[in-house]
Nanobody
């Protein structure tokens, strides 16, 4: 089994910053992609950023220039540095691990990010 545990969410004022962390444990097959998704109330879950084990990153257009994803393969961790936060960034943020060959997805429990105006 694979488990993902997120931390770092909270309440922040517009323009502020938060850093989310996720640690993975268990049988982690390669190749894989780790990333962050978010879901706001009444909205679909959307990809925020992803990071391959080889260092290829991808970002949603709405967060480019503000968010940075990083990954520590030795520690099985992925991070999301969120700067210049906006109220529309308010959502539950989920860590994701995708096993490419098996096409399996694993999810963390989610961490709430609330940005006040």
């Amino acid at each position: 089994q694979v488990q993902l545990v997120e931390s770092g969410g909270g309440l922040v004022q517009a323009g502020g910053s938060l850093r989310l962390s996720c640690v993975a444990s268990g049988s982690i097959s390669r190749p894989n992609v780790m990333g962050w998704y978010r879901q706001a109330p009444g909205k679909e879950r959307e990809l925020v950023a992803s990071h391959t084990g080889g260092g290829v990153t991808n970002y949603a257009d709405s967060v480019k220039g503000r968010f940075t994803i990083s990954r520590d393969n030795a520690k099985n961790m992925v991070y999301l540095q969120m700067n210049s936060l906006k109220p529309e960034d308010t959502a539950v943020y989920y860590c994701n691990l995708r096993i490419i060959l098996r096409r399996n997805d694993y999810w963390g429990q989610g961490t709430q990010v609330t940005v006040s105006s």
